[in-house]
């Protein structure tokens, strides 16, 4: 089947940590996104890529990082700098044209310990 | 950027229609308009999309006014599952591309029995 997947579902940090959250898409999709979602709060864009070895930062990229050296893969980076990491994670992705439709994986849910 | 408001929550009985109002008066005349659904701690669900004629799908109706500047989701018969936060988005053109989607805060939609 095709789809987005996201993993682990739950992750927990230690201070100073750096952590990877994965993204893989089956779709053939050109264009992925990693937003943020605070409880009760809308989704904020952190990094988006429209194509391989491509990508631009979004709204709240202070404190994360991302790549994009395979098309099916964008692993999202919440590196030590970003010091209120904990928040529900999602990726998304979609073919680039403004007619097509955002398919989201499951999310991650982010922690700090 | 295109922005989106849309009121924060509404509620509608079972079996009534759910009329989702949302303003977007910035939109481009190339820009879509989406709408999505969010069921609590779960990736959105795409629901419709448009951009100038009225567009029905087995989820839902999409009523766009003629100037573009806003938009009414309607799902004819609301159910308890339909209760989620409903998302109204726009496709945001950089150089011929569309990358940027920015989701805002959308509507929390509670179907009452």
């Known amino acids: 089947d095709g789809g987005i997947t996201q993993s682990p579902k739950y992750l927990f940090r230690k201070e100073g940590q750096n952590v990877t959250l994965s993204c893989e898409q089956n779709l053939n999709h050109d264009a992925m996104y990693w937003y943020r979602q605070d409880p009760g709060q809308g989704l904020r864009l952190i990094y988006y890529s429209q194509i391989v070895n491509d990508f631009q930062k979004g709204d709240i990229a202070e404190g994360y990082s991302v790549s994009r050296e395979k098309k099916e893969s964008f692993p999202l980076t919440v590196t030590s700098a970003q010091k209120n990491p904990t928040a529900f994670y999602l990726c998304a992705s979609t073919y680039r044209g403004p007619n097509e439709k955002l398919f989201f994986g499951s999310g991650t849910q982010l922690s700090v310990l | 950027d295109a922005k989106t408001t849309q009121p924060p929550s509404m509620d509608c009985a079972e079996g009534r229609a759910a009329n989702l109002p949302c303003n977007h008066s910035?939109?481009?005349?190339?820009?879509?308009v989406y709408w999505y659904r969010q069921i609590h701690s779960q990736g959105p669900q795409y629901i419709i999309h448009g951009l100038k004629n009225n567009e029905t799908n087995e989820m839902a109706s999409l009523i766009i006014t003629e100037d573009r500047k806003s938009s009414t989701l309607i799902l004819p018969h609301a159910t308890l599952r339909d209760t989620a936060v409903y998302y109204c988005i726009v496709r945001i053109l950089n150089g011929g591309a569309t990358n940027k989607l920015i989701f805002g805060t959308g509507t929390l939609l509670a179907v009452q029995p």
């Open positions: 910035t939109i481009s005349g190339n820009e879509y």
